[in-house]
């Protein structure tokens, strides 16, 4: 069998090698920084566990909650207290309850009479087929109207993207929703009449997938796939080059903490880094320089998690739910706030709550970058509008991603084009990750779940 390297320990690399090495091939991850889990990062300190990445891991699919079981978690797995289903969405300076029934739909003060006429004028909206691609603000606005766009999508953008509505791509961003309207016409009968299609493939749609995380948190997961891997993980060990050797394998230099280079060959790659670390990959295949550089273009805008701890006596609104998404045009500026302590046990002390909020994005991205103390202030100043907290934070962390979540913009095709055009001609070298397969916790753990079994076939050869 041949032996695999893979570049970045993030949870698609570990995911990727967990199973390549069950299925007996001879792996290697290589991780530039000094841990594992990219941005899966959960801090437990006086009682409380942050996490400053994802909070909750959707079980999309059957391979999801297989991986946990294969990696021996079942007994540390957390499924979220059932009344933490509530989702809210800031309308009118306050957390609004989505509906959660048609009839709820219709009697919500989310959406005037107009948006609701809108959702059910849907199905009457003819499909477009000229093949121009839109954003997701276009294909809103032609499928709804503007208010839902404003009041409702992008604050679902901000939640998962950090993004732009006007920017992201429909098809790229969001596959599902274009694969609506191409199929049955309307996104309305394709939740309708492709529930039973989802159903036969083992697949659940997002907005109703299970999510879970474990009793530590969400870092238990890459965590435990190191332990497996033991000395497979090479951390503070950059690939620094990448050449084809003429046997058809690989030749990856290496470069370690403190400056010793070396070399290292190997019969099969798979890059399970960033774009942006990818387009400064010197890449020679074929005998000839690849040119990586339009990588660089995708965007990736930085992002602050901040984490706030309070008594439960000094926060108005009970936080018993998800969290809330707020809408630009509601005037705050965080993205978004989940109540974390609501969502699963331990996770503040008896008497408190602890609260994840987000700060810049493609919305306010200047504001990112703020000391700690500032990004607090600002928080805490939203959550008084919008939570009533009346006091200072007993716990307070934050992290800032200077480079979040790529953004899969209008134009994102050319860069898929592009992946799929270097493997052709790179035999042997495998892409796997968030810039291609989707930025959801669960669709990294698929791509690497995915890319193992295509890696595995080409290396049993």
């Known amino acids: 069998m041949k032996s695999v390297s893979i570049i970045g320990g993030g949870i698609t690399g570990l995911t990727a090698a967990f199973y390549l090495k069950r299925a007996g091939f001879p792996v290697t991850v290589y991780e530039a920084g000094p841990r594992v889990g990219g941005v899966i990062q959960s801090l437990r300190k006086n009682g409380f566990l942050a996490e400053f990445g994802p909070n909750t891991l959707l079980e999309t699919s059957p391979k999801i909650g297989q991986l946990v079981r294969d990696a021996g978690l079942e007994p540390r797995r957390l499924d979220p207290d059932p009344k933490a289903e509530a989702r809210y969405v800031v309308r009118y300076k306050r957390p609004v309850e989505m509906p959660g029934s048609p009839f709820g739909f219709l009697?919500?003060?989310?959406?005037?009479?107009?948006?609701?006429?809108?959702?059910?004028?849907?199905?009457?909206?003819?499909?477009?087929?000229?093949?121009?691609?839109?954003?997701?603000?276009?294909?809103?606005?032609?499928?709804?109207?503007?208010?839902?766009?404003?009041?409702?999508?992008?604050?679902?953008?901000?939640?998962?993207?950090?993004?732009?509505?006007?920017?992201?791509?429909?098809?790229?961003?969001?596959?599902?929703?274009?694969?609506?309207?191409?199929?049955?016409?309307?996104?309305?009968?394709?939740?309708?009449?492709?529930?039973?299609?989802?159903?036969?493939?083992?697949?659940?749609?997002?907005?109703?997938?299970?999510?879970?995380?474990?009793?530590?948190?969400?870092?238990?997961?890459?965590?435990?796939?190191?332990?497996?891997?033991?000395?497979?993980?090479?951390?503070?060990?950059?690939?620094?080059?990448?050449?084809?050797?003429?046997?058809?394998?690989?030749?990856?230099?290496?470069?370690?903490?403190?400056?010793?280079?070396?070399?290292?060959?190997?019969?099969?790659?798979?890059?399970?880094?960033?774009?942006?670390?990818?387009?400064?990959?010197?890449?020679?295949?074929?005998?000839?320089?690849?040119?990586?550089?339009?990588?660089s273009e995708i965007r990736y805008p930085p992002v602050a998690s901040v984490v706030l701890g309070f008594r439960r006596e000094d926060v108005t609104h009970p936080c018993e739910g998800f969290g809330m998404l707020i809408p630009k045009i509601e005037g705050f500026k965080i993205l978004g706030t989940i109540f974390s302590s609501s969502l699963f046990p331990n996770r503040a002390p008896a008497g408190h709550v602890i609260l994840s909020s987000y700060v810049g994005g493609e919305r306010y991205p200047e504001l990112a970058s703020l000391p700690p103390e500032q990004l607090t202030e600002l928080v805490c100043a939203d959550l008084r509008v919008l939570l009533g907290v009346r006091a200072a934070p007993v716990f307070s962390h934050s992290v800032l991603y200077p480079r979040a979540i790529p953004q899969y913009n209008v134009g994102y095709g050319r860069y898929k084009d592009l992946l799929n055009g270097i493997e052709a001609g790179a035999p042997g070298l495998f892409f796997a990750g968030h810039y291609r397969d989707g930025v959801s916790l669960s669709d990294s753990i698929l791509s690497g779940i995915n890319i193992a079994e295509r890696v595995g076939k080409h290396a049993a050869q």
């Not at 790229?172 to 199929?183: R, S, T």
């Not at 387009?279 to 690849?290: D, F, I």
């Open 107 to 295: 009697t919500t003060p989310l959406f005037s009479l107009n948006a609701k006429f809108a959702v059910l004028r849907e199905p009457f909206i003819p499909p477009r087929r000229d093949g121009i691609e839109e954003s997701i603000g276009e294909f809103v606005v032609r499928r709804f109207n503007r208010e839902f766009l404003d009041h409702a999508i992008d604050a679902l953008v901000a939640g998962v993207y950090a993004g732009d509505p006007n920017r992201l791509s429909v098809i790229h961003a969001f596959p599902k929703l274009k694969a609506l309207e191409d199929k049955y016409g309307s996104m309305i009968k394709g939740q309708i009449f492709g529930g039973r299609e989802r159903k036969k493939r083992g697949e659940i749609a997002k907005d109703r997938a299970p999510k879970f995380s474990f009793d530590e948190g969400l870092q238990v997961l890459p965590d435990t796939l190191r332990e497996h891997l033991g000395e497979a993980v090479r951390l503070n060990t950059a690939v620094t080059g990448l050449t084809q050797t003429n046997g058809g394998g690989w030749m990856l230099d290496l470069c370690e903490k403190g400056g010793m280079e070396s070399r290292m060959e190997t019969g099969a790659v798979i890059y399970a880094g960033t774009a942006f670390r990818l387009a400064e990959l010197p890449l020679v295949a074929s005998g000839s320089r690849v040119d990586l550089s339009a990588f």
